[in-house]
């Protein structure tokens, strides 16, 4: 018995003395980063206050302006019906929707992505990642969205000839890991939109954080996205950008073959409903003028499903991926009324090579329309 105190207390010894000599090693390390978590702080204090700003002003729909800013990076965030994913994996087009992912793994990766949606209108994309020495990886993307062709007409009607409607965002994106579980990163955004005669120019910010289990099984960010004012107008009427506020998260089952992800949205705005005149929630007998519709706790519900997003994407071998989203709000906003229809489910697939990384996904908006995303990566 006192050979086995002996032995514990040598033990004890021994771990002591090596906390006492990698402490210095630990507080250097604190103080290093002391800084960096200064600055997650600061970003998730200036988000929330952002969000209470936006919420006293927001509208559901049509309050703000530029919206190509609202659409997804990435067709891998898009084949689960997301604007931004929180995997870190060196995918850069992943890291253009969210800089907290950017790493100098990613340096000398470029991409490449086309989207194509309603009526002609057309968005392409090329990004690019570099290192530098001092200052850390930087990703520089440039997507340029063309809205097709209108045909001009003045307030009696007469033809003014066809013009063109485009949005240009230019985006220079920074992130760094603050240590093994958590990074940061900023996406600054100059817009120039021009339709007809009239052209803004603005620019927008992105603040995220990012934590990371060592396993890498789960992880979630936080973002506030569209930070940001016009320079100029189109008018002279000052508009809003498309201010957000949301959350990501995944979680990869151990020993399984995939990996579940969730998105709560627009956490600045609690309700997101609003009433369709040609479909109304609540009817009143014509007879009796009784009032009935839907119940609190299912009005409740309806709020609450409408910020959330979920999907699944299946790794087959690390070369093969199949995605699948689903989002309520899209399904109960675009449904059909007497049809059935895919309205806010989004599929896709991915195939990883050695030389490339290809990503396609479809999101059905409409029973007759739907968006298709396709991204490719390689290394220059």
């Given at each position: 018995?006192s050979?086995c105190?002996?032995?514990?207390c040598?033990?004890?010894?021994?771990?002591?003395h090596?906390?006492?000599r990698?402490?210095?090693?630990k507080n250097k390390?604190l103080?290093?980063?002391?800084?960096?978590?200064?600055?997650?702080?600061?970003?998730?204090?200036?988000?929330f206050?952002?969000?209470?700003?936006?919420?006293?002003?927001?509208q559901?729909?049509g309050?703000?302006?530029?919206a190509?800013l609202?659409m997804?990076?990435?067709?891998?965030?898009?084949?689960?019906?997301?604007?931004?994913?929180?995997?870190?994996?060196?995918?850069?087009?992943l890291?253009?929707?969210?800089p907290?992912?950017?790493?100098d793994?990613m340096?000398?990766?470029?991409?490449?992505?086309?989207?194509?949606?309603?009526?002609?209108?057309?968005?392409?994309?090329?990004?690019?990642?570099?290192?530098?020495?001092?200052l850390?990886?930087?990703?520089?993307?440039?997507?340029?969205?063309?809205?097709?062709?209108?045909?001009?007409?003045?307030?009696?009607?007469?033809?003014?000839?066809?013009?063109?409607a485009?949005?240009?965002?230019?985006t220079v994106?920074?992130?760094?890991?603050?240590?093994?579980?958590?990074?940061?990163?900023v996406?600054?955004?100059?817009?120039?939109?021009?339709?007809?005669?009239?052209?803004s120019?603005?620019?927008?910010?992105?603040?995220?954080?990012?934590?990371?289990?060592?396993?890498?099984?789960?992880?979630?960010?936080?973002?506030?996205?569209?930070?940001?004012?016009?320079?100029?107008?189109?008018?002279?009427?000052?508009?809003?950008?498309?201010f957000?506020?949301?959350?990501?998260g995944?979680?990869?089952?151990h020993?399984?073959p995939?990996?579940?992800m969730?998105?709560?949205?627009?956490?600045?705005?609690?309700?997101?409903t609003?009433?369709?005149?040609?479909?109304?929630?609540t009817?009143?007998?014509?007879?009796?003028?009784?009032?009935?519709?839907?119940t609190?706790?299912?009005?409740?519900?309806?709020?609450?499903?409408?910020?959330l997003?979920?999907?699944i994407?299946?790794?087959?071998?690390?070369?093969f991926?199949?995605?699948?989203?689903?989002?309520?709000?899209?399904?109960v906003?675009m449904?059909?009324?007497?049809?059935?229809?895919?309205?806010?489910?989004?599929?896709?697939?991915?195939?990883?090579?050695?030389?490339?990384?290809l990503?396609?996904?479809?999101?059905?908006?409409?029973?007759s329309?739907?968006?298709?995303?396709?991204?490719?990566?390689?290394?220059?």
């Open positions: 018995m050979e105190l002996s032995l514990c040598a033990n004890l010894d021994t771990i002591r090596s906390s006492n990698n402490r210095p090693l390390i103080t290093e980063n002391r800084g960096l978590w200064r600055i997650v702080i600061c970003a998730i204090i200036l988000n206050q952002f969000s209470i700003h936006n919420s006293l002003q927001a559901v729909a309050g703000t302006s530029y190509a609202d997804p990076a990435s067709a891998r965030a898009a084949g689960v019906g997301f604007d931004f994913l929180s995997l870190y994996d060196d995918d850069l087009t890291a253009l929707g969210n907290s992912l950017v790493s793994r340096a000398g990766r470029m991409a490449v992505g086309f989207m194509n949606i309603f009526a002609g209108a057309n968005f392409g994309s090329v990004a690019y990642c570099h290192n530098f020495e001092h850390g990886a930087f990703t520089f993307g440039l997507r340029f969205d063309n809205w097709g062709r209108f045909d001009g007409y003045d307030e009696t009607d007469t033809p003014t000839g066809s013009f063109n485009a949005d240009y965002v230019f994106g920074w992130g760094r890991a603050i240590d093994e579980h958590v990074s940061i990163g996406n600054f955004s100059p817009i120039l939109s021009h339709y007809e005669h009239y052209s120019f603005a620019f927008g910010i992105d603040l995220a954080a990012t934590y990371m289990s060592l396993d890498k099984a789960f992880s979630t960010t936080l973002m506030g996205r569209n930070i940001g004012t016009q320079v100029t107008t189109f008018a002279g009427t000052s508009e809003r950008l498309p957000e506020l949301s959350m990501v995944s979680y990869k089952l020993d399984a995939f990996r579940l969730f998105a709560l949205t627009e956490l600045q705005t609690w309700d997101l609003y009433e369709d005149p040609l479909n109304p929630t009817h009143t007998d014509p007879f009796t003028g009784e009032v009935s519709g839907p609190p706790a299912a009005r409740f519900a309806d709020k609450l499903f409408r910020h997003n979920v999907g994407e299946l790794n087959i071998k690390q070369s991926f199949a995605r699948l989203g689903y989002s309520y709000r899209q399904m906003e449904k059909a009324a007497d049809a059935f229809n895919l309205s806010g489910f989004s599929v896709g697939f991915g195939i990883h090579a050695k030389k490339f990384d990503a396609f996904s479809r999101n059905g908006y409409h029973l329309q739907a968006a298709n995303y396709i991204n490719i990566s390689f290394r220059l």
